[in-house]
């Protein structure tokens, strides 16, 4: 009888620990080594390279421009950037003084601040100037140009221009999909991630496609964020509307899935333990 016991013991043992071997492995199983780590063929000690691919922003068809206009006038400054006439000064007695004096409402610089639509023929309808045209310069190219024209009729013309709806869009595997303004008009691939909050564990990061539109053409590129050389692409600075899609690795999602289907696992892996430590007891 004793020898029953002991065989029927160390049988129910061997089982207990046969299935809980064969618990884990099916869980470990459902993991998936990935490759974390940007840039991952950098070397140890680091590395040193010109930037050669940095790009001045161009103003496009639909871009809305901040353009304030200063000069040595108040008069001037108020029809630049108001577009309505200054105001004389009216005496008591009901007639205009001889030298009137400028008197700004608070809805001077709403021009300003609002900001200046490129049309469809690339101009943008400035106060006293009119039409000016401005679609494919930079901000300084837009800059001098509008300095010139006021400065034919105003004294050290001061011009300031910038963009007001300069955006990216992130979307895909990353932490918080959107729009985002940039105020500099200058963002690199590494940042609009980091204002999405970056890629969750899902994404690819071997296959991050950026996608453009310039002049009526559409590119699409795919980028590698395991590889260094990614900062001398064209597309690691971003331009105006540019749209960054990082894909899903969706075998992954699966795994982690189903993973999470075994959740019960530690607790019937518990349980047929303290069931074999019943039957131990009783079997002594």
Request: proline share 5%; aromatic share 8%; charged share 20%.
């Amino acid at each position: 009888m004793k020898i029953l016991e002991k065989a029927l013991f160390k049988t129910q043992g061997g089982v207990c620990t046969l299935f809980s071997v064969l618990i884990v492995f099916a869980v470990t199983s459902c993991s998936t080594n990935r490759n974390l780590v940007y840039f991952s063929n950098l070397p140890p000690g680091g590395d040193t390279a010109q930037i050669v691919n940095k790009m001045s922003a161009r103003i496009e068809k639909g871009d809305i421009l901040g353009i304030t206009i200063t000069t040595l006038s108040p008069e001037y400054n108020q029809l630049f950037n108001s577009g309505a006439p200054p105001q004389a000064l009216v005496s008591p007695q009901g007639s205009t003084t001889a030298n009137p004096i400028t008197t700004y409402n608070n809805n001077s610089f709403d021009a300003a601040r609002s900001g200046f639509l490129v049309d469809e023929n690339g101009q943008v309808n400035l106060p006293v100037l009119g039409k000016t045209e401005v679609a494919g310069l930079t901000r300084k190219e837009a800059q001098d140009k509008i300095t010139g024209e006021v400065a034919k009729t105003a004294k050290t013309p001061i011009v300031n221009i910038k963009f007001l709806n300069y955006k990216v869009t992130v979307i895909g595997e990353v932490a918080h999909p959107g729009s985002f303004t940039v105020p500099d008009e200058r963002v690199n691939l590494l940042e609009a991630l980091g204002m999405a909050g970056d890629l969750t564990p899902y994404a690819i990061r071997e296959n991050v496609l950026v996608i453009r539109e310039k002049e009526g053409t559409r590119t699409m590129q795919r980028i590698n964020l395991a590889d260094k050389n990614i900062f001398n692409s064209p597309y690691f600075y971003l331009q105006q509307n540019d749209v960054v899609y990082v894909q899903p690795e969706n075998n992954l999602k699966a795994k982690q899935a189903d993973a999470s289907n075994y959740r019960w696992v530690p607790i019937a892996t518990a349980g047929i333990s303290a069931i074999a430590v019943i039957l131990a007891s009783l079997l002594r």
